[in-house]
């Protein structure tokens, strides 16, 4: 059950960031801009952090899923800024 609700969480916050919502289209400060070939998305990582403890908080999720969560957007943070830049 608890993996259902965290699909659907998922699902439906990914579909926000991609603008599949109309009210995510229209606010002029949509932490989401489409240039051409690539999407930026204008979230902090200190909001992620505080999405993702909401939803351990709420039973959205496992601790075992925040954990993961939560060190795969810390990982990010030290991944290249540039596509085409290697490690």
Sequence with gaps: MKKLILITFISLFLM???GAFPFSSVDNHSPVTNTGNRTEIH?????????????????AIT???YDELKLKIIE?????????ATN
């Design 16 to 18: 926000y960031c991609a």
């Design 76 to 84: 990010r943070l030290d991944a290249p800024i540039d596509s085409t």
């Design 43 to 59: 979230t902090t990582t200190g909001q992620e952090l505080m999405d993702l403890k909401q939803a351990l908080d709420s039973g």
């Design 63 to 65: 601790q075992e899923e």
